[in-house]
């Protein structure tokens, strides 16, 4: 049998569950630090809450399977459509503003390189029901806040910014219609990834002259697209596209996080949904995939048959920023690590080792911390207690000598420092089964 996961996916070993539950902790932590509310839903959903017609590449990716009545279900690619259901389920009793977040594993079926995996985690704060550009400044600075306390700053990585509703401004200038804004998107977000002849191609198969999807690219930020400058975009949805942005940074500053922001036209989103602000975190080097990304998505509800509700988020996968912290020398120290590792010496240690080791995971730290005790189950001697207890990262091991015992007494060895003390067990039971 082949001992690796499907192609594309992890196992948790513990060093690697270790690393996972850190991220995760980080993610966590700007969670409650910003007052969202952690939410989920299944894995598996029901398949048209994810096929939407843009062409975009997550549709494609799809995991997708019948059940055994013949029901249509796919892996969730990603978590908005669930948020999305969640909060249509909930109809008028909706609180606003509504900050909800969520850990989340996402299936794709990408091409497995750096930076992709056919499954990630993602970490997901959305807020709905706020329409100002406010909303995206706390969700931009909230993923500020998680990349600082996980020791990156401005110099490692960039969130680009742009405006869909300038873009869109753009587009309408140039010639494409709004019915096509879409699928649009969709296509110049490939700007870069995918050869100019080819988008150019693509673009002319929803109907756009090559005149129209030559400035349609230049609108996005191509430069060599058009000979002359790209379509500036007129009327209130342009002026109100730059002014928001220009709102967005004030506020960005507010919140002391405009060093790592910078608007990019280029930045467009492969995701049909988005109707606003989108942005996108980067390595400044500009060598890895991206590390999050969000955006504006005020149309989302009534996709589902919904009343529409203004809402912004992002997401932010744990593979690419693992990647970076690596590559930074930023990954904390994930070795085993336990407080208490409990050994008898022989049969007759057993009932007296087992009792203490229950006695000290009643007794937690001065914190609460519940303290971490390993208990050693089949007695041996010495060297076997030392070795399994520094295998176990233990900072204090408890041995149960014959002899120590005899008198009522245990051995308590500090592995830091070497220190032994000798303290009498009865005194040890009664005190931590307070
Ligand atoms: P997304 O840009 O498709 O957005 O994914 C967000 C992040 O998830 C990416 O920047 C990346 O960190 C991670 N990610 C995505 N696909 C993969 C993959 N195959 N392997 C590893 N990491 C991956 C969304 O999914 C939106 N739903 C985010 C959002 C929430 N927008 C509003 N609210």
Redesign the pocket.
């Known amino acids: 049998m082949d001992a690796q996961p499907p192609r594309g996916t992890r196992d948790f070993p513990p060093d690697a569950w270790r690393l996972r539950d850190w991220l995760f902790s980080r993610f966590r932590r700007t969670t409650e630090a910003f007052g969202y509310e952690l939410y989920d839903a299944p894995v598996l959903e029901r398949r048209d809450w994810f096929t939407r017609k843009a062409g975009e590449e ?1 549709v494609e990716q799809l995991y997708t399977l019948e059940d055994k009545s013949g029901r249509e279900l796919a892996l969730r690619p ?3 459509p669930q948020l999305a259901r969640l909060v249509l389920g909930m109809g008028r009793s909706m609180p606003v503003p509504l900050r909800w977040g969520a850990i989340g594993q ?1 299936w ?1 079926y ?1 091409r497995a390189t750096r ?4 499954e ?1 985690y ?1 970490w ?1 704060l ?1 807020l709905l029901g706020v329409d100002g550009v406010e909303a995206e400044a706390e969700l931009i600075a909230a993923m500020v806040h998680c990349m600082r306390s996980m020791g990156l700053g401005p110099e490692d990585v960039v969130l680009r910014v742009n405006s869909r509703r300038l873009l869109g401004a753009r587009l309408a200038a140039a010639g494409v219609g709004a019915a096509q804004f879409e699928p649009v998107c969709v296509l110049v977000d490939k700007l870069g990834k995918v050869p100019r002849e080819a988008l150019l191609e693509q673009l002319g198969g929803l109907g756009l002259d090559e005149q129209t999807a030559r400035c349609a690219l230049a609108a996005a930020g191509d430069e060599g697209a058009l000979d002359g400058p790209a379509p500036e975009g007129e009327g209130d949805d342009a002026r109100e596209g730059r002014a928001s942005l220009d709102r967005l940074f004030e506020r960005l500053d507010d919140y002391g996080v405009a060093e790592w922001a910078a608007y990019d036209p280029k930045v467009v ?3 049909s949904y988005y109707t606003g602000t989108v942005w ?2 980067f390595d400044r080097k500009g060598e890895l ?7 504006r ?1 005020d149309r989302l509800l009534s996709v589902y048959g919904g009343k529409d509700v203004p809402a ?10 693992v990647e970076l912290l690596e590559e930074r020398g930023l990954l904390p120290d994930t070795t085993r690590q336990i407080d208490e590792y409990v050994a008898p010496f022989g049969e007759d240690g057993l009932a007296a080792a087992t009792r203490l080791a229950t006695a000290l995971r009643g007794d937690p730290f001065e914190d609460g911390t519940p303290r971490r005790v390993e208990l050693q189950i089949e007695p041996g001697g010495m060297k076997k207690a030392l070795k399994l207890a520094a295998r176990a990262g233990a900072r204090r091991a408890w041995l149960l000598t014959p002899s120590e015992l005899a008198n009522g007494q245990v051995l308590r060895k500090d592995l830091e420092t070497g220190e032994q003390t000798t303290t009498p067990l009865d005194e040890l039971l009664q005190a931590r089964a307070r």
């Open positions: 997550i990603e978590l908005t996402c794709r990408e930076g992709r995996k056919r990630h993602q997901n959305d989103r492969g995701l996108e975190a995939r991206a590390v999050a990304g969000g955006g998505y912004a988020g992002f997401g932010f996968g744990d593979v690419v920023i």
